[in-house]
């Protein structure tokens, strides 16, 4: 049991590098885990024995590669991959100057884990297929975790990791490092799908459904990954620092009685402290970079939130300036509701107002519940409770989710009790 | 590995143009064979006539019946393809990105089955 244990945890940490040194002699991902699977048997079947080597991830990996050595010679399998060669030659396309000049910084670019994460999440994949392979061959977890995780029959979810991996294979979508021209929107593609993935679990947290693995660590983790193999990317630190500091007010966000709550009602003693001193350094050295982004800023609105003692001591001004900062970046509805309704809290509620009616106006928010419930809680600043009542009623005809639901409710009924 | 190029585009576009934008499309295509040809990569490829000259056998219970058209009616149809040998779909994808006159169709980067090795 415990050497099973131990064999999890060198796996959890080490697996990533091992799958993609696997994948540079193999070329292929079913191989590598086969290899790797193999070297684990091995493992416990040996280390009982033998006793534990002092390097359990350097003993894996030679086994893995005999085992996949061995497999070549016998010829049944796929030939080595061209990889192998191109190992002795090193005549593979040079990779863009910007990741050469990381190199001096972390010694990465030689990391086939950065090959790997763009070669799993290559734009040539859906996005959900990204999502379940990067957790699956970069993040170590099993089909079955997978699975429930994204709420998926342990089947569908092994279809759509096979699915990907045959993708990878057959189109050859590469194991190697952009090259300059399509390298910003790759990088971007990593972001986006590290991104999507702690989104998942984040919005799960609104359901209640406490059995799904913790996808919002695992994001964070592909995250550190990222700022670990290329530690000069703002945007990259910038989508860490995001998700520290977002991931910090998880425990606060939801009531005892399962509850969606506002930072406003949030109980700031629950907020994670050392990971928003996490969030915030990496926020950091982000900005150090100076090469702004849109993860930065919303990082950044973060942070002005985290510092906030009270509700009351918020920087509403700052956040603002940065929501402004960030329409520029990513114009769109939603964006731009966020940055009305701080308009609200930075100069009063009829100036947010004045912007939500252009917003609705344009119509591109129809539908979308959080405009009726943000229109509702400037109301009820202005003391308009009858508007403000209304406006929660025409939210909550639009909310779906019984979380969304309850907590459009709960806001309505403060209306009839704090309404002066 | 070998990929077809698919070519999908609206073909109301090809039916009104005026000579000379035709001979600029030609034109293109020509220049984009030539670079795929010095680059060593071209191994075959062509232009298709209109959807509307396409014969169809559709079969059901392995007995084929004919339809005047192509396969789908729709407002994009396949009007043409490249095959191209390189190493990796990112090579593949810079080829089809660099395709000459597309406007608003599609390009299909399609791996060749493993015979076509």
Same mark, same amino acid.
Request: glycine share 6%.
């Given at each position: 049991?415990?050497?099973g244990?131990?064999?999890?945890?060198?796996?959890?940490?080490?697996?990533?590098?091992l799958?993609a040194?696997?994948?540079?002699?193999?070329?292929?991902?079913?191989?590598?885990e086969?290899?790797?699977?193999?070297?684990a048997?091995?493992? +416990?079947? !040996?280390w009982?024995?033998?006793?534990?080597?002092? !390097?359990?991830?350097?003993?894996?990996?030679?086994?893995?590669?005999r085992?996949?050595? /061995? !497999?070549?010679?016998?010829g049944r399998?796929?030939?080595?991959s061209a990889?192998?060669?191109?190992t002795?030659?090193?005549?593979?396309?040079a990779?863009a100057?910007?990741?050469?000049?990381?190199q001096d910084?972390?010694?990465?670019?030689?990391?086939?884990?950065?090959?790997?994460?763009?070669?799993?999440?290559?734009?040539?994949?859906?996005a959900?297929?990204?999502?379940a392979?990067?957790?699956?061959?970069?993040?170590?977890?099993?089909? !079955?975790?997978?699975?429930?995780?994204?709420?998926?029959? /342990?089947?569908?979810?092994?279809?759509?990791?096979?699915?990907?991996?045959?993708?990878?294979r057959?189109?050859?979508?590469?194991?190697?490092?952009?090259?300059?021209?399509?390298?910003p929107?790759?990088?971007?593609?990593?972001?986006?799908?590290i991104?999507?993935?702690?989104?998942?679990?984040?919005?799960?947290?609104?359901?209640?459904?406490?059995?799904?693995?913790d996808?919002?660590?695992?994001?964070i983790?592909?995250?550190?990954?990222?700022?670990e193999?290329?530690p =000069?990317?703002a945007?990259?630190?910038?989508? #860490?620092?995001?998700?520290?500091?977002?991931?910090?007010?998880?425990?606060?966000?939801v009531?005892?009685?399962?509850?969606l709550?506002t930072?406003?009602?949030q109980?700031?003693?629950?907020w994670?402290?050392?990971?928003?001193?996490?969030?915030?350094a990496?926020l950091?050295? =982000?900005?150090?970079?100076?090469?702004?982004?849109?993860?930065?800023?919303?990082?950044?609105?973060?942070? #002005?939130?985290?510092?906030?003692?009270r509700?009351? /001591?918020?920087?509403w001004r700052?956040? @603002?300036?940065?929501?402004?900062?960030?329409?520029?970046?990513?114009?769109?509805?939603?964006?731009e509701?966020?940055?009305?309704?701080? @308009?609200?809290?930075?100069?009063g509620?009829?100036?947010?107002?004045?912007?939500?009616?252009?917003l609705?106006?344009?119509?591109?928010?129809?539908?979308?519940?959080? #405009?009726?419930?943000?229109?509702?809680?400037?109301?009820?600043?202005l003391?308009?409770?009858?508007?403000?009542?209304?406006?929660?009623?025409?939210?909550?005809? +639009?909310?779906?989710?019984?979380?969304?639901q309850?907590?459009?409710?709960?806001?309505?009924?403060? +209306?009839?009790?704090g309404?002066? | 590995?070998?990929?077809?190029?698919?070519?999908?585009?609206?073909?109301q576009?090809y039916a009104?143009?005026?000579?000379?934008?035709m001979?600029?499309?030609?034109?293109?295509?020509?220049?984009?064979g030539?670079?795929l040809?010095?680059?060593?990569?071209?191994r075959?490829?062509?232009e298709?006539?209109?959807?509307?000259?396409?014969?169809?056998l559709?079969?059901?219970?392995?007995?084929?019946?004919?339809h005047?058209?192509?396969?789908a009616?729709?407002?994009?149809?396949?009007?043409?393809?490249?095959?191209?040998?390189?190493?990796?779909? /990112?090579?593949?994808?810079?080829?089809?990105?660099?395709?000459?006159a597309m406007?608003?169709?599609?390009?299909?980067?399609?791996?060749?089955?493993?015979?076509?090795d």
């Amino acid at each position: 049991m415990v050497l099973g244990r131990l064999l999890e945890t060198v796996l959890r940490a080490e697996g990533a590098a091992l799958r993609a040194g696997l994948v540079r002699l193999g070329g292929d991902l079913d191989a590598a885990e086969d290899a790797l699977q193999e070297a684990a048997l091995r493992a +416990l079947q !040996r280390w009982p024995v033998d006793g534990i080597p002092d !390097r359990p991830a350097a003993w894996l990996n030679t086994v893995a590669r005999r085992w996949l050595i /061995d !497999r070549h010679r016998r010829g049944r399998e796929q030939p080595l991959s061209a990889d192998l060669a191109a190992t002795l030659t090193d005549e593979r396309p040079a990779p863009a100057q910007w990741l050469q000049q990381q190199q001096d910084q972390s010694g990465a670019v030689g990391d086939d884990r950065l090959r790997l994460l763009f070669q799993v999440c290559h734009p040539a994949l859906a996005a959900e297929a990204s999502m379940a392979l990067a957790l699956k061959v970069i993040g170590g977890l099993s089909t !079955r975790e997978i699975a429930r995780a994204f709420l998926l029959s /342990d089947a569908s979810a092994a279809q759509r990791i096979v699915r990907a991996k045959q993708k990878i294979r057959q189109a050859a979508i590469p194991f190697e490092l952009p090259t300059t021209d399509v390298l910003p929107a790759r990088l971007e593609r990593v972001r986006q799908v590290i991104y999507l993935i702690f989104n998942e679990g984040y919005a799960a947290t609104e359901h209640a459904e406490l059995i799904r693995p913790d996808l919002c660590r695992e994001a964070i983790r592909l995250a550190s990954l990222l700022r670990e193999l290329l530690p =000069a990317d703002a945007e990259g630190l910038g989508l #860490l620092a995001l998700l520290e500091l977002t991931d910090a007010r998880r425990l606060a966000r939801v009531s005892d009685a399962g509850e969606l709550l506002t930072l406003e009602q949030q109980d700031r003693s629950l907020w994670d402290r050392p990971q928003i001193a996490r969030g915030e350094a990496a926020l950091q050295r =982000a900005l150090q970079l100076r090469r702004p982004g849109p993860y930065q800023l919303q990082a950044a609105i973060a942070a #002005l939130h985290a510092e906030a003692q009270r509700p009351q /001591d918020t920087d509403w001004r700052q956040i @603002l300036a940065l929501y402004r900062r960030l329409l520029q970046w990513q114009p769109g509805p939603v964006v731009e509701l966020n940055a009305a309704v701080a @308009l609200g809290m930075a100069e009063g509620p009829a100036a947010g107002l004045a912007w939500l009616d252009q917003l609705d106006a344009s119509g591109l928010l129809e539908g979308y519940h959080l #405009l009726p419930a943000a229109r509702a809680a400037l109301q009820a600043r202005l003391g308009q409770i009858n508007a403000a009542r209304d406006s929660y009623a025409a939210a909550l005809a +639009l909310a779906r989710q019984p979380a969304e639901q309850a907590f459009l409710r709960a806001r309505q009924a403060e +209306l009839e009790v704090g309404g002066t | 590995m070998k990929y077809a190029l698919l070519i999908y585009d609206d073909e109301q576009t090809y039916a009104t143009m005026d000579e000379a934008a035709m001979r600029e499309v030609y034109a293109a295509h020509e220049a984009y064979g030539q670079a795929l040809t010095e680059a060593g990569v071209l191994r075959g490829g062509s232009e298709l006539q209109p959807s509307h000259t396409a014969t169809s056998l559709r079969f059901a219970n392995g007995k084929p019946s004919l339809h005047d058209g192509p396969f789908a009616e729709t407002r994009e149809q396949l009007g043409g393809f490249y095959l191209i040998e390189v190493d990796t779909l /990112d090579q593949a994808l810079a080829w089809a990105e660099k395709m000459p006159a597309m406007h608003n169709g599609t390009v299909e980067v399609r791996p060749l089955g493993m015979s076509a090795d």
